[in-house]
């Protein structure tokens, strides 16, 4: 059964189930669903707790001796399968299908703690097995437009009440970075009185700039055309130390599939199919940003674009003279539907 964190502390207390399976790449809300899930063991009275770390060469026997096994003085224990991302192999699938299928008489319970899920993998036996006897909790990352409201409902924990506006504050400083955000508001519960109303003033002052910005997060907000956003996030890479080829790949990659998908368009074929015929076909949550993409950047400009990321990908070879750092920030901006100078320059075209 599917329950998201808010609710799992109120679930587990109803029942502890026999199997929870916390799946996604959030770390703030991944740790505490985990947390969570051994504060309930030990509530239920289990102490005894075994850890196997699924790596390459995984023994999936582990998990059946991890089971059958107990100390003298345990009828019962937590066994925490922790997987590195979200690839079981045939191997683990099966051995996760027959710990399901032995449930029955069994007081132990498993924590599996994973990489995100995608849909084909929540169809899978081993899955299914296991979500009918237990939990499964997906952790998605907070979307920018909520993150706000999150903020402000995270900062009642510690005993604070924040404006909306310096809970956006707040989202700006440490965009993408729960963990940040959530350790700036242990220091604002620190510095300040409790049940204080927190000011975009105090964010101002007291917050760091702990944004953890990544290619990923900078192509969504392209696509989306949140200009602003766009270049703040490359003030982040930049400063972060991401290396250039790796922005300029993302970029490149995302100016080939709007490319690709005006082509079908072109040919007669609707937005829904263009995006399944591409490979990997584009998840329905990301389609509309495409939507608003291909609207807004006609093929003509979108080939203007590539031409321009070729000269960007010579420059930072050494075979162009363009200034790298400025050109990628002038592309992503343009990407979003700006007017990068360097992007519309007839020199920046030039090789030599």
């Known amino acids: ?16 189930p026999q199997v929870v399976i916390v799946a996604g790449e959030e770390p703030l809300q991944h740790i505490e669903a985990c947390d969570a899930v051994r504060a309930a063991a030990r509530a239920k009275g289990i ?9 390459g060469n995984f023994a999936w026997g582990r998990l059946h001796e991890a089971s059958a096994s107990l100390s003298l003085f345990a009828s019962a224990k937590l066994i925490e399968l922790r997987l590195a991302g979200n690839s079981l192999g045939q191997e683990g699938g ?17 924590l599996l703690a ?12 081993w899955f299914q097995a296991l979500d009918k006897a237990g939990l499964f909790v997906p952790v998605w990352p907070v979307d920018a437009s909520r993150l706000g409201f999150w903020l402000r409902d995270r900062a009642e924990r510690h005993g604070l009440t924040i ?21 700036e508001l242990q220091k604002l519960a620190l510095l300040m009185p409790p049940n204080t109303r927190v000011s975009p003033r105090d964010v101002a002052g007291g917050v ?35 290396e250039s080829p790796i922005v300029l790949w993302a970029l490149t990659r995302e100016l080939r599939t709007l490319l690709s998908l005006h082509q079908h368009i072109d040919q007669g074929q609707s937005f829904e199919h263009a995006c399944k015929a591409q490979k990997p076909s584009i998840f329905e949550k990301r389609r509309p940003a495409y939507q608003q993409a291909i609207g807004r950047l006609p093929l003509k400009r979108l080939h203007k674009l590539l031409l321009f990321a070729q000269r960007l990908d010579l420059a930072i070879k050494g075979a162009s ?14 990407l979003a539907g700006g007017r990068g100078l360097l992007a519309e320059l007839p020199s920046s075209y030039r090789i030599g």
């Open 321 to 334: 003279p363009l200034p790298v750092q400025d050109g990628l920030h002038d592309l992503a901006l343009t």
């Open 208 to 242: 760091e700039d702990s944004a953890r910005y990544d290619v990923f997060t900078l192509v969504d907000a392209c696509l989306r055309g949140e200009r602003a956003r766009v270049s703040r996030i490359m003030v982040g890479l930049r400063g972060e130390g991401v």
């Open 47 to 55: 102490e005894e707790r075994e850890i196997l770390h699924v790596e």
């Open 1 to 16: 059964m599917k329950v998201f964190p808010d609710k799992l502390a109120d679930a587990l207390a109803k029942k502890l």
């Open 114 to 125: 994973m990489g995100k899920l995608d849909f084909r993998q929540q169809k899978s036996a």
């Open 163 to 183: 404006d909306m506006d310096a809970a956006r504050l707040l989202g700006e400083r440490t965009e993408g970075n729960l963990l940040a955000a959530d350790q």
């Open 94 to 110: 099966k051995a996760l299908k027959a710990y399901a299928d032995q449930l029955k008489g069994n007081d132990n319970v498993l």
